[in-house]
């Protein structure tokens, strides 16, 4: 077993770490699924989209997400203490880019529904996770939820075929697509999506 370095030779952690948007950019390289959080707040639909989505524990059933605490949209989310993870399919760019704007009206025209829950659910997602906030940790600038699942609507096949996951990765969609679209930069300043 090596010798571990003596403390006089590791790296000042502040001094060594990267610069925000080199971290971005490292992070990349890491691909992720993409989902939509949503929320009732004062009988008024909210919602963001997000990357950092990911399960907890099986027993008792925990997930977790990770939200701005600058955005606009997670503060009524937290408020509202119920929420859904609708984790998106790879033909929904749309609704992918409509909750990653800070522009407009998100649910404005589109066809959603309200589960047993008491949250939004999004049309013909690939799953539809239904949680209570549990707890919330403090994380540099963003907050880790921990959501306690209530119910879980899995919907990946339709007319007898399954259907593929909506994937970002360094910037686009989809892997080993070239020519994918680049994803807006910064996605969702009101709402600080992904790693903005």
Known sequence: MPAEPALSSVPDAAAAAPEPVDFRKAMAEFATGVTVVTALHDDEPVGFACQSFASVSLEPPLILFCADRRGRSWPRIRAAERFCVNVLGEEQRELCERFGSSRGAKFD?????????????????LLAVHAVVHDVHEAGDHDVVIGRVLSVERHEIVDGSWRRPMVFFRSRFGVGEPDAPIAPDPWGIGDRWGWG
Do not use: I, N
Request: hydrophobic share 40%.
């Open 109 to 125: 025209g589109l066809d959603w529904t309200m589960s047993e829950w008491g949250t939004p659910a999004l049309p013909d997602v």
